[in-house]
């Protein structure tokens, strides 16, 4: 038997080479594909910038170490985070967190992170440049893959949430706005 006899197409150890891909792997590049897409370029800011400015949009000031916690990241890489949106003019920390809270105020370690109409001001155009960027993708697909996308966002919004490991409909923001109905 020569080398090209050697591999037939009911091999299964050929399977893996001729699969398609499976769904999950599918689902990972397409989001992959199209997060690099929507990266903003307003703003040059780093996807873990605008998630820390993002947050505090929503949810209000928040302490570093909280929104370190929401943001899943490590108290030196917030604080280095910060350090860029501070310089930028986007967020500023103040010292004490908690206004009723004279203990908290106090004590110098405690900082809260406050967003300034800068940073609220750069979390409004990301948004639109990323809905202006999906709506021209979009565009470019049929009516009946439209419609499939609309209906399954509540299962993206869910797995989103899920993959930040929340209850359904409170995950961090991907800068596309709330879902409709919030």
Same mark, same amino acid.
């Given at each position: 038997?020569?080398?090209?006899?050697?591999?037939?197409?009911?091999?299964?150890?050929?399977?893996?080479?001729?699969?398609?891909?499976?769904?999950?792997?599918?689902?990972?590049?397409?989001?992959?594909?199209?997060?690099?897409?929507?990266?903003?370029?307003?703003?040059?800011?780093?996807? +873990?910038?605008? +998630?820390?400015?993002?947050?505090?949009?929503?949810g209000g000031p928040?302490?570093?170490?909280?929104? &370190?916690?929401?943001?899943?990241?490590? &108290?030196?890489?917030?604080?280095?985070?910060?350090?860029?949106?501070?310089?930028?003019?986007?967020?500023?920390?103040?010292?004490?967190?908690?206004?009723?809270?004279? &203990?908290?105020?106090?004590?110098?370690?405690?900082?809260?992170?406050?967003?300034?109409? +800068?940073?609220?001001?750069?979390?409004?155009?990301?948004?639109?440049?990323?809905?202006?960027?999906?709506?021209?993708?979009?565009?470019?697909?049929?009516?009946?893959?439209?419609?499939?996308?609309?209906?399954?966002?509540?299962?993206?919004?869910?797995?989103?949430?899920?993959a930040a490991g929340?209850?359904?409909?409170?995950?961090?923001?991907?800068?596309?706005?709330?879902?409709?109905?919030?």
């Open positions: 038997m020569n080398d090209d006899e050697s591999v037939t197409h009911d091999d299964p150890t050929n399977d893996a080479a001729t699969a398609p891909p499976a769904p999950e792997e599918r689902l990972a590049l397409a989001v992959g594909r199209l997060t690099r897409r929507m990266r903003p370029t307003r703003g040059a800011l780093a996807a +873990s910038h605008f +998630s820390a400015l993002a947050t505090l949009e929503r928040s302490l570093v170490g909280a929104l &370190a916690a929401a943001e899943r990241a490590s &108290a030196p890489s917030m604080s280095r985070i910060l350090d860029a949106l501070e310089s930028r003019g986007y967020v500023e920390r103040r010292p004490g967190g908690g206004a009723d809270d004279p &203990a908290a105020q106090a004590d110098r370690r405690t900082v809260e992170v406050v967003l300034t109409d +800068s940073g609220r001001r750069i979390v409004t155009e990301v948004r639109a440049e990323r809905a202006a960027t999906l709506g021209s993708l979009l565009a470019g697909l049929d009516p009946q893959q439209r419609a499939a996308l609309v209906a399954a966002l509540p299962a993206l919004e869910r797995l989103a949430a899920l929340e209850r359904a409909g409170s995950g961090r923001d991907t800068g596309l706005g709330d879902p409709p109905g919030r």
